[in-house]
């Protein structure tokens, strides 16, 4: 069946066109500036912004599921929903540290949640439990491990789908992350007490991201620039950043955005287990963790993830960081494609591309979420060819 969208505000590699249409079939664009003539299936979007569906890749939780409670095809089901409503239509779920046999668990759910078609599903971030405990956050440091040789035959065993690994470069050995690299597993570096140099030995090695940007790692020093320093430094490295307006200070964000690459930054959730609920309470490690006031806190007041949405992390991003919807868009789809290599297949509006799309109102609401090429909600103006007037 072959679809047309017309009258759409379309976000393309260049930018917003006006007033476009594209062409899609067999749930990928065929092309842009689509013959109406083409359709089977017309849709007007009456001025409706056409954007690349999110991929949100640190994602704990969602739909009342934390993923380490609940590491089965079910719970990924359940968490997948969750963020699909919200214009999620790729994701990382993610482990915070645990032991090696939850990290087991929850790559072979991942592998039997994809052989299942769940195409949200594009892999596993794991987050720990290779890190270090001077910079734990809310992860239990009773569970983090050495990085040895059983540890990286299991990270590297995942038959379908994207790896992540977030790890502390000064807790392991610069040929580790090299053995990870070329295993096709992505290493980014977070929760870490590293030196400048620490980074620089991961990034030479193949490390390619830093997780959550200011967050649970040193902050610059004029004689040491740390972590934060390389990360910042760093031209070809990505970073993810956790935009709710809690988790850092704006200026820290403007600073990110002025000194880093714009096609270089990725916007993160964090989501935990109340993403898509109205929980005000749920329970992590044996800890009870408290949301209020759009923030996830423990008793001691530490941040649990966080209670946010990508498509509310663009929004933050626009006026937080200062930067145009488009780039912060972006920074939601096509960056974190590249940085997990999957920029061919998704992430942009563009033929070939799986037709993921979120259509937003022209005040940049959510109206739909559109998985591989069929809206998710009935759709309004769509109707059949024998009843369009082109």
């Not at 072979?108 to 971030?125: K, L, N, P, S």
């Amino acid at each position: 069946m072959r679809t047309v969208i017309a009258h759409a505000r379309i976000l393309t590699n260049t930018g917003f066109q006006d007033d476009a249409s594209i062409l899609l079939e067999d749930g990928h664009v065929v092309a842009l500036d689509a013959d109406m003539s083409d359709a089977d299936v017309f849709v007007d979007f009456q001025g409706d912004h056409l954007v690349p569906g999110f991929f949100d890749i640190q994602v704990n939780g969602g739909g009342g599921v934390l993923f380490n409670d609940t590491p089965d095809v079910e719970g990924l089901q359940a968490i997948a929903r969750a963020h699909l409503a919200n214009g999620t239509t790729s994701l990382l779920p993610t482990l915070i540290s645990d032991t090696l046999d939850v990290v087991d668990a929850g790559m072979r759910a991942v592998e039997a949640a994809r052989d299942a078609g769940e195409t949200m599903i594009a892999g596993i971030h794991i987050e720990g439990p290779f890190l270090n405990p001077k910079k734990c956050g809310i992860h239990d440091p009773d569970r983090f491990i050495p990085l040895d040789d059983d540890a990286i035959a299991l990270l590297t065993s995942l038959r379908s789908g994207r790896t992540l690994v977030t790890l502390a470069p000064e807790m392991c050995r610069p040929d580790q992350v090299r053995k990870l690299v070329e295993a096709g597993v992505t290493v980014s570096l977070g929760h870490t007490n590293g030196r400048y140099a620490d980074a620089q030995s991961a990034l030479a090695a193949g490390a390619t991201g830093f997780t959550h940007l200011f967050n649970a790692m040193p902050q610059m020093h004029s004689r040491e620039p740390g972590i934060v320093g390389a990360a910042l430094e760093s031209g070809s490295a990505w970073t993810s950043l956790i935009v709710d307006g809690h988790h850092v200070d704006p200026v820290m964000l403007k600073l990110a955005s002025r000194l880093r690459p714009a096609d270089k930054l990725i916007l993160i959730t964090d989501a935990m287990p109340n993403a898509g609920t109205t929980m005000k309470e749920f329970t992590l490690q044996g800890r009870a963790i408290h949301v209020a006031d759009g923030q996830c806190r423990d008793a001691n007041g530490v941040l649990a993830g966080a209670h946010l949405t990508l498509i509310d992390a663009v929004r933050n991003a626009t006026h937080l960081m200062d930067i145009p919807i488009a780039t912060a868009l972006a920074m939601a789809s096509a960056n974190p494609a590249d940085f997990m290599g999957l920029g061919s297949a998704i992430g942009r509006i563009a033929p070939g591309r799986r037709a993921d799309f979120v259509r937003l109102t022209t005040d940049f609401n959510i109206a739909d979420t559109w998985q591989a090429g069929a809206p998710l909600a009935s759709a309004q103006n769509s109707r059949r060819r024998s009843s369009a007037s082109h």
